[in-house]
Antibody, heavy 117, light 106 residues
Framework: EVQLVESGGGLVQPGGSLRLSCAASGFTFSSHWMHWVRQAPGKGLVWVSR????????TYADSVKGRFTISRDNAKKTLSLQMNSLRADDTAVYYCVRETWGPLDYWGQGTQVTVSS | DIQMTQSPSSLSASVGDRVIITCRASHSVGSYLTWYQQKPGKAPKLLIY???SLQSGVPSRFSGSGSGTDFTLTISSLQPEDFATYYCLQTYNTPRTFGQGTKVEV
């Protein structure tokens, strides 16, 4: 069974940092591109970042470029998102998502990030 | 960036109704269009990929059609468990972009 379990969310002050992790199991992690998608309270889904299967190529939404860094450890089957210079509008549930040849097919349960003083 | 516009933003329907949700792309996305269902407090669930392919395990009352810039998600006979918010997503290029969502309610 495919499982994606996010962790690392919490309450952080504006300007602070947080590192999210996603533990993958039940599939060949190193064969899939992975994504982070977020959802602010009461709002829609917003794509954040993507990393290819071997970690050599990353892409970011303009809203997080230069502040967030996506990475992966295929040996540990773990996806990460390092978030720096956090702002109030980064407050959201962050989902770890698997891509399979285009479709984002499996989603984690999400981890809440709240940026507030 | 490709903009995805869903309509309507919300709709009221009854069990047994046929429901149609549309998604329009600002530029052609070919058939790189995915539909999701999301219930409150839950992660989105994949329904349709490649515009018209039904994900394994999804009831056949869900169907998708379209290509290029205009797409539809159809629920042929709405069931109680179908009341939810639906999103389209283009996977043609990066950044990936979602529609704003369509809430299907009683």
């Amino acid at each position: 069974e495919v499982q994606l379990v996010e962790s690392g969310g919490g309450l952080v002050q504006p300007g602070g940092s947080l590192r999210l992790s996603c533990a993958a199991s039940g599939f060949t992690f190193s064969s899939h591109w992975m994504h982070w998608v977020r959802q602010a309270p009461g709002k829609g889904l917003v794509w954040v970042s993507r990393i290819n299967s071997d970690g050599s190529t990353t892409t970011y939404a303009d809203s997080v470029k230069g502040r967030f860094t996506i990475s992966r450890d295929n040996a540990k089957k773990t996806l990460s998102l390092q978030m720096n210079s956090l702002r109030a509008d980064d407050t959201a549930v962050y989902y770890c998502v698997r891509e399979t040849w285009g479709p984002l097919d499996y989603w984690g349960q999400g981890t809440q990030v709240t940026v507030s003083s | 960036d490709i903009q995805m516009t869903q309509s309507p933003s919300s709709l009221s329907a009854s069990v047994g109704d046929r429901v149609i949700i549309t998604c329009r792309a600002s530029h052609s996305v070919g058939s790189y269009l995915t539909w999701y269902q999301q219930k409150p407090g839950k992660a989105p669930k994949l329904l349709i990929y490649a515009a018209s392919s039904l994900q394994s395990g999804v009831p056949s009352r869900f169907s998708g059609s379209g290509s290029g810039t205009d797409f539809t998600l159809t629920i042929s006979s709405l069931q109680p468990e179908d009341f939810a918010t639906y999103y389209c997503l283009q996977t043609y290029n990066t950044p990936r972009t979602f529609g704003q969502g369509t809430k299907v309610e009683v």
